[in-house]
């Protein structure tokens, strides 16, 4: 690679968004883990709560099917806790719309029941309908199809992967160079930075750049914001590792470690 001999492209009239550090949430920090386990610890205390816990939703939950008051008030709980995760990161916008919709429906088709004939049993049937917020969940979720790391100032990939078809990974090294050169153009680039843009065919890209490099990874839908923060943990570990190698200018991807790869290397 001669990153010196590449010539710099004009400043793009469509340059990506503005990268943005997202900043983290209380729900970023994982509970302590048993080194040797890799178990979650938990106190006396902890383990009373998480079983109280568990209690009173499954009582919640046997006192939905009986009375149709409670039915109402379990899915409004749901419809709370999806806002809820939807704010912490956890979902998408497709998934929280579609899990959201979801719970609406059969709360509106309960209430309407019970409306029409108060004494009916009809809407049990409506609570007893499972797996199909699940189902939504996976449906919605954003997959990563694709990804690359590149040098800052070069439109030559060091690394690149993913799960796609064979015919579609040139034309994606065609895009993420063309829109990795965007920004190195940029005249105020934030470092360290983090950016989304939606391409054309609907999928999306996330960008994280630093100190010397930059990856970008294509999601099959919009990704949610913790995985936004993943890609983002990613390139940071990756210019952690190779810190010697990036300053140095001692590009040598066979001697290079590569944490974007855990992306598709992972258990699914």
């Known amino acids: 690679m001669n990153d010196q001999n590449s010539s710099r492209p004009k400043p793009a009239t469509d340059p990506l968004r503005s990268p943005v550090r997202p900043t983290p949430t209380g729900t970023d920090k994982l509970p302590a883990t048993d080194k040797l386990s890799g178990t979650d610890k938990l106190s006396g205390t902890d383990k009373l709560a998480k079983s109280a816990d568990s209690q ?25 806790r999806v806002s809820d995760e939807f704010a912490e990161g956890k979902l998408n916008r497709m998934q929280f719309e579609q899990i959201y919709r979801r719970y609406s429906e059969q709360r509106l088709i309960i209430e309407k029941l019970i ?4 004494e009916s049993d009809a809407w049990q049937k409506v609570m007893e309908t499972k797996g199909q917020t699940g189902f939504l969940r996976q449906r919605f979720e954003a997959q990563p199809l694709y990804y ?15 799960k796609s078809e064979t015919n579609s990974l040139q034309s994606r090294s065609s895009l993420t160079s063309a829109l990795v050169m965007k920004l190195w153009a940029l005249p105020q680039r934030p470092n360290p930075g983090l950016a989304r843009k939606q391409l054309p065919n609907g999928q999306w890209l996330i960008l994280a750049a630093g100190d010397n490099a930059a990856t970008l990874v294509i999601f099959s839908l919009e990704p949610s914001n913790a995985q936004a923060r993943l890609v983002r943990d990613l390139h940071a ?8 190698a990036l300053s140095r200018g001692w590009i040598v991807p066979e001697r290079m470690v590569f944490p974007q790869r855990s992306l598709f290397e992972g258990i699914h």
């Open 56 to 80: 009173s939703t499954s009582e919640i939950a046997e006192a939905s099917l009986q009375d149709p008051s409670a039915a109402l008030n379990a899915l409004r709980a749901k419809m709370q």
């Open 115 to 118: 409306e029409r004939n108060p």
């Open 148 to 162: 690359a790391v590149f040098r800052q100032g070069s439109d030559e990939a060091m690394n690149t992967g993913g």
């Open 237 to 244: 570990d990756f210019e952690r590792a190779n810190r010697a």
